[in-house]
């Protein structure tokens, strides 16, 4: 196990070096640089910027400047907003959208997996119809739709909450639970198609047929099978999660990481978006190795040698 | 039972959505505060370095210069004791030596002295190329300037002989003298915008990229920066030091909430007490009524058009460009669609500014037959032979719905087909920046109620902002003239000359000036906006605001 | 379960015998009634409609529904209805179409990978992790503009990001289901790998990645709504219902009707596509054949 560890992480080091590489080519490859502004700025102004952030150089010198930068804990400067360094941006903004994203997750689970279960272990009731169709529903309202709908009824009809902004519980009610409708349906939705799976195995029959208490069936060998697939797709999940969403941050204002990353791109902020990707890149590649050692924890059959 | 649910969840998505438009109870917000909002995180609040109204809102409550505008758009002098005048000996007879007397009664908010080397500081700072401020081209005027921010690969002590000839000097504390290569009868306005402001030397080199963070953000202005929770909001205080009328506003709030249906949702929870309208609101707003008491309409100095590319084929041909000018119903677009929102535009100077001429243009008045003898004129029988035309677009707000009305519009009223291709912003600025484009959509704002911000740097041959690659040079030696001219009378015929040479040759489809359309709380008072209040209206004179409960 | 009986059946009755219990299945026939009627109404609609989905009417905006306009209008005065029935083209080709992208990509690789194990597996997983960590906001925009606003942008765009999904689903399957019992019969019994990819591995796996694939066609349609919403959708006047809720979403305080429709045309198909998907995972479990 910690040679497989050592492995994953020295391959981790690679795959960020990658996707920071085609980033970085990918980023000079879309049309529109940082100082394309709409007002045309003078050429002596964008030879002074230029010389500043140091897009004078050539590519590969731009590219060694960051890895260099990268080498010593600097994730470089931002480039839309010039006076804080991508490193305090990202730090300031990770509390929060991690704490949303942290707490929507929690959410999602609360209400998938008990879901699924109902409605895997009641097959064609009316609690597995109910659960089809809440997570339909929620799923069929796209975020910044539900979340303009939440505002709409909670803050500017009853004045119970309020539209937005960061720093206390009751700025984040309305923000986590749109947060977590779509990833709690499809976690239900997963978690009822696993069970099934799993309660059609061979093993699962002989321990019914065998007379074990239903219970004991359902946690030795059901939950514990059936959370397989739900854990593989619940590692990105969070990822996707306390990496942020654009659409909500931005609909709640919440001072968070996923709206700077994508104003980021909107701006052609290199610093920023080179940063964020670093750090993007180490927290999805990392939970997935997280996920894999889950496996190996939960289903003792899969080994890594 | 499942058809019951599903009928049960739409009827409850159907109330909801019926009972959307409130109406909202004004509990009385706290004593003296003031919540606005600016459209997101500063990118940096340096008057030498800002360039957007975001920063702008800022930078005005804590800094002032030597002078500033009126309510109409006027000089007044602030810093200076008097608006430098050839009379009054502040500009010399050949209009290129600037004197001004600076108020010995301003201070900064520590209670220091503003004094001339404030100002020699911050303007020499404006033209340090390692600092590369992006208005500063506005001030290449100045002596030895653009020579100083040029030196971006000089040394460090070629780079300070630079920064010694830049024409700027205390004469003494109190007095400070700017000298310019030539005359330019706009400089004092350039003197009332942010990147002239004064700044503190000390602050700044003991903080570096730190002092705009408070409390190190030292100004002269009214207010004071206590608080900067970086894309959540800024919170300012009555500065208690402040030379003149003290702010009657104990706390100004500026919040960064970035989308427009989130804004008006939140101004109707009481949480701002300014906000715009999300566009298609409007109608709605007016016949609300509750809101349609609250609403604030002013006309902006700004103008909307669809700029064609000259060189690009069909829009070679002169004729062709007034045939779509004249083909556009723009009134029924104002009025159907955008709630009566807006001006219609046939020229290129907006109202309110030195310049606008409701004549010019009349050609371009919606007239099928007209715009069809236009037709005629560019050598088309009919529009199907011109082909297809493409038109560009940022994807952003309601560019769609503005472009999708144009491409119905010259559909059926020249027959010719219009392609639209929306992109993604700064591939469209890039693309429009590098004259890769065919006909786009765009606007431009004041940067200062003058004409000569809104001809020579657009239409003006090769100039920086003209990307329709316009080119005349009747047009040109009109521009070279006027913005010498230090007879204003004159000066204002040479650019309405110039502009109605533009307006003939329609390098760009005119289609409206833009007019703000935003609700106020009733118990915000004093409120005074400007044609140049970006998306906070009235930010030019948060001083004077009084909240009543 | 007989393991013996099924590797000497013929290949076709797997799909056959499928088939046979789909149609079984009472809520998975209507939800594949539903699809195949909502494509029906799309493509012969047109022909009867007295609207047309582009055309404008300037004095007739943001109208509720009337019975000269049954969903009312838009904002440029467009027969709200009629503009809803054309989207559905499009936005039924962007869920399926991302999806058989996604499909072509992400099973195979997935399969391929969970089968094979060791330093092949690793590799393509480091790449999965790869394609996980990049961007795709920056690919996307590069795709648009490159390709323009066209509808293929769009499929392209969300396919090339989201297979990577059921790739590491599908192996996350292989891995668990090759330690099971019948596979090892199977491979005893001297099925090659291949063989037993395809006909063991593989549609045992087929269960959890037809329940996502049917999640992620109307999760492919709000992609493009939310592609919409920050400014690089389709290309107008061609309407989908992603750009339709978007525009409805600008004037959701002026005429919320514009938001609703398209939302709930997309939780019908929704609702559709999770019948059948469930119906097929059912129909395809190899454990249930008779």
């Not at chain 2, 002295?113 to 590369?132: E, G, M, Q, W």
């Not at chain 2, 566009?279 to 006309?299: C, F, K, Q, W």
């Not at chain 3, 300037?58 to 009312?72: D, K, R, V, Y």
């Amino acid at each position: 196990m910690t040679r497989y560890i050592i492995n994953r992480v020295f391959w981790l080091i690679i795959v960020l070096l990658v996707v920071s590489f085609i980033t970085f080519s990918l980023m000079h490859l879309v049309p529109g640089g940082p100082w394309d502004k709409e007002k045309t700025l003078a050429p002596q102004v964008v030879d002074a910027l230029n010389k500043k952030y140091g897009l004078d150089k050539p590519f590969y010198a731009q590219f060694g400047d960051f890895i260099w930068g990268i080498l010593h804990g600097d994730l470089g400067v931002s480039y839309s907003f010039q006076d804080r360094s991508v490193t305090s941006i990202i730090l300031q903004g990770l509390p929060k959208t991690a704490t949303l994203g942290v707490i929507a997750f929690i959410l999602a689970i609360l209400i998938g997996i008990p879901f699924g279960m109902a409605a895997a272990l009641k097959q064609n009731s009316i609690v597995d119809y109910l659960s089809v169709i809440f997570s339909t529903i929620f799923a069929s309202i796209p975020g910044f739709v539900l979340g303009i709908l939440l505002i709409i009824i909670f803050s500017v009809e009853l004045h119970w909450l309020p539209t937005g902004g960061w720093g206390s519980i009751q700025q984040i009610i309305m923000p986590a639970f749109a947060l977590a409708t779509l990833p709690a349906a499809f976690i239900a939705r997963i978690t009822r198609a696993s069970t099934l799976e799993v309660l059609r195995q061979d093993y699962v029959r002989t321990a019914q047929a065998m007379g074990i208490k239903q219970r004991t069936i359902l946690v030795r060998h059901i939950l514990r099978n059936a959370l397989i697939p739900v854990v593989t797709m619940a590692g990105p999940e969070l990822a996707f999660l306390i990496s942020g969403s654009f659409i909500i941050e931005n609909l709640f204002s919440i001072p968070g990481i996923g709206r700077m990353f994508v104003n980021g791109v909107f701006a052609r902020d290199y610093g920023l978006i080179m940063g964020s990707v670093i750090f993007y890149g180490f927290v999805i590649a990392g939970l997935n190795l997280v996920v894999d050692i889950l496996y190996a924890v939960i289903d003792p059959r899969i080994r890594y040698d | 039972m499942v058809k019951k649910i599903l009928i049960l969840f739409f009827s409850l998505l159907i109330i909801t959505s019926l009972v959307v438009m409130p109406a909202c109870s004004s509990a009385p917000t706290g004593p003296q505060v003031l919540t606005v909002n600016i459209a997101g995180e500063p990118s940096q609040i340096d008057p030498n370095r800002a360039s957007w109204s975001t920063e702008r809102t800022v930078i005005m409550q804590v800094f002032e210069g030597l002078l500033g505008f009126n309510q109409d758009l006027t000089l007044r002098a602030i810093g200076a004791t008097e608006i430098p005048t050839i009379d009054n000996g502040g500009i010399s007879a050949d209009g290129k030596t600037y004197t001004f007397n600076l108020n010995q009664d301003v201070t900064w908010s520590d209670g220091t002295k503003v004094t001339a080397n404030d100002y020699v500081y911050s303007i020499k700072r404006l033209f340090d190329p390692d600092l590369a401020a992006e208005y500063t081209s506005f001030y290449f005027g100045i002596v030895g300037g653009e020579a100083y921010y040029s030196a971006i690969d000089q040394d460090a002590a070629t780079k300070a002989q630079l920064k010694d000839a830049v024409g700027v000097r205390a004469v003494d504390q109190y007095t400070l003298e700017i000298k310019l290569d030539a005359a330019r009868p706009t400089f004092l306005q350039l003197m009332a915008l942010w990147p002239s402001y004064p700044l503190r030397q000390d602050i700044i080199s003991q903080y570096g990229d730190t002092w705009t963070e408070p409390p190190h953000y030292i100004g002269n202005g009214p207010f004071l920066m206590t608080e900067w929770v970086h894309s959540d909001h800024i919170t300012l205080v009555k500065n208690p030091n402040y030379w003149g009328d003290k702010a009657k506003l104990d706390t100004l709030t500026l919040n960064m909430i970035t989308d427009a249906n989130a804004l008006f949702a939140a101004y109707q929870n009481n949480e701002v007490d300014i906000a715009g309208v999300p566009a298609g609101t409007e109608s709605t707003v007016m016949a609300d009524p509750v809101l349609g008491l609250e609403i604030l309409r002013y006309a902006e100095l700004t103008t909307f058009a669809f700029q064609f590319n000259v060189d690009a084929a069909p829009f070679t041909n002169k004729n062709l460009r007034k045939a779509l000018n004249a083909a556009i119903d723009r009134e029924s677009f104002i009025n159907n669609i955008r709630g009566g929102v807006g001006q219609a535009a046939y020229s290129w100077i907006p109202p309110g500014m030195p310049g606008y001429d409701a004549t010019l243009g009349a050609d371009y008045h919606f007239d099928v037959t007209k715009a069809q003898a236009f037709l005629t004129a560019a050598g088309y029988n009919n529009g199907s032979e011109v082909g297809e035309l493409r038109l560009q677009y940022a994807d952003t707000g309601i560019n769609p719905t503005i472009a999708q009305f144009v491409q119905q519009q010259v559909k059926v009223n020249l027959n010719i087909d219009v392609v639209l291709e929306p992109m993604e912003r700064k591939a469209f600025t890039q693309a429009v920046n590098a004259e890769q484009y065919t006909w786009a959509w765009y606007g431009w704002g004041a940067d200062y109620p003058d004409p000569d911000n809104w001809l020579p740097q657009l239409f003006g041959t090769d100039a920086g902002n003209n990307h329709t690659n316009y080119s005349n040079p009747a047009f040109d030696a009109l521009c070279t003239q006027a913005l010498a001219e230090l007879d204003n009378t004159v000066r204002l015929q040479l650019w309405a000359d110039a502009q109605a040479m533009v307006v003939d040759d329609a390098p760009v489809l005119f289609m409206q000036y833009r007019e703000r359309f935003v609700v106020v709380k009733p118990h915000v008072k004093g409120l005074k906006y400007t044609g140049m209040d970006g998306d906070v209206p009235g930010d030019m004179f948060f001083a004077n605001v009084w909240i009543e409960n | 379960m007989t393991i013996a009986a099924e590797s000497v059946r013929p290949h076709h009755t797997l799909w056959g015998d499928a088939w046979i219990r789909l149609r079984r299945n009472k809520l998975a026939v209507t939800g594949g009634v539903l699809i195949l009627l909502i494509a029906l109404i799309a493509i012969i609609y047109p022909f009867f409609s007295k609207y047309d989905f582009a055309s404008q009417d300037l004095n007739a905006i943001l109208q509720s529904p009337s019975s000269e306009h049954l969903l009312g209008t838009d904002e440029l005065g467009r027969d709200v209805l009629t503009r809803l029935i054309y989207g559905a083209r499009t936005s039924l080709m962007v869920g399926i179409f991302t999806q058989l992208i996604v499909l072509a990509i992400g099973l195979p690789l997935g399969a391929f990978s969970g089968a094979t194990g060791g330093r092949t597996d690793n590799f393509i997983m480091r790449f999965v992790d790869v394609i996980y960590a990049f961007p795709d906001l920056l690919l996307i925009i590069l795709l648009r503009s490159i390709l323009g606003g066209s509808i293929y942008m769009i499929f392209l765009a969300i396919g090339l990001v989201n297979w990577v999904g059921v790739a590491r689903l599908v192996r996350g399957q292989i891995l668990s289901l090759k330690q099971r019992d019948f596979v090892t019969a199977a491979r005893v019994l001297g099925g090659s790998g291949g063989y037993i990819t395809t006909r063991h591995l593989l549609p045992n796996s087929l269960g959890p990645v037809i329940v996502t694939v049917t999640f992620n066609i109307p999760r492919a349609i709000f992609t493009e709504a939310a592609l919409s919403y920050i400014g690089i959708g389709v290309q107008p006047p061609t309407p989908s219902w992603g750009a339709m809720i978007r525009d409805g979403y600008n004037v959701i305080f002026a005429a919320p009707h514009l938001v609703l429709f398209p939302a709930i045309a997309i939780g019908i198909i929704m609702l559709s596509f999770t019948f059948l998907g469930d119906g097929l995972r059912d129909a395809l479990d190899p454990r249930l054949r008779r």
